[in-house]
T-cell receptor, first 117, second 114 residues
């Protein structure tokens, strides 16, 4: 069974500094995808970044990068140059092949990020 | 432009009174999902449709039902809402495409049971 663990219930960061949000996962499927979503207080899930299990390089999307350590089963999100608008809940999620050509997402518990001016 | 639209954004219902939440999509995706998210918790998948093929999660209460009359629309019916059903309900869609496939979420419906 899949499992996603986010051990940081809350994180604080100063504006313009970098912050790392932790995520570890467990799956027996060799093919899987890892996603990070941002959920502001309005409720919508906003896709940030994706890392595939077979990807050779760490994913980057603008100010977001993923520190993927496959052997340790971790996929930490790094946000550089934090902005006040980054304050939100952040979820790590995983999809594996699940024997189908699509798969459901399994989410971690989330981390609330607060950016201070 | 919004691609996954949920209505209403906020819904207040009485204990035991049936309620329906709706989701529509303009992406023409095969797969539609309903998640329940209680306060400060992870979203939990209730069920999903692959085209008209309905897939229920093993631990989804019988109180929750769903309908998908066509590709664009999907409904979540709660037959007899209890206080414990108060939550954010998120609809998502995806195409068929393997582990890399991104899910697109609506803005959610926040359900209050009084």
């Amino acid at each position: 069974a899949q499992k996603i663990t986010q051990t940081q219930p809350g994180m604080f960061v100063q504006e313009k500094e970098a912050v790392t949000l932790d995520c570890t996962y467990d799956t027996s499927d060799p093919s899987y995808g890892l996603f990070w979503y941002k959920q502001p207080s309005s409720g919508e899930m906003i896709f940030l970044i994706y890392q595939g299990s077979y990807d050779q390089q760490n994913a980057t999307e603008g100010r977001y990068s993923l520190n993927f350590q496959k052997a340790r089963k971790s996929a930490n999100l790094v946000i550089s140059a934090s902005q006040l608008g980054d304050s939100a809940m952040y979820f790590c999620a995983m999809r594996d092949s699940g024997g189908t050509s699509y798969g459901k997402l399994t989410f971690g518990q989330g981390t609330i990020l607060t950016v201070h001016p | 432009d919004a691609m996954v639209i949920q209505n209403p954004r906020y819904q207040v219902t009485q204990f035991g009174k049936p309620v329906t939440l709706s989701c529509s999509q303009t992406l023409n995706h095969n797969v539609m999902y309903w998640y329940q998210q209680k306060s400060s918790q992870a979203p939990k998948l209730l069920f999903h449709y692959y085209d008209k093929d309905f897939n229920n999660e093993a631990d989804t209460p019988d109180n929750f039902q769903s309908r998908r009359p066509n590709t664009s629309f999907c409904f979540l019916d709660i037959r007899s809402p209890g206080l414990g059903d108060a939550a954010m309900y998120l609809c998502a869609t995806s195409r068929v495409g393997g582990v890399r496939t991104e899910a697109f979420f609506g803005q959610g419906t926040r359900l209050t049971v009084v």
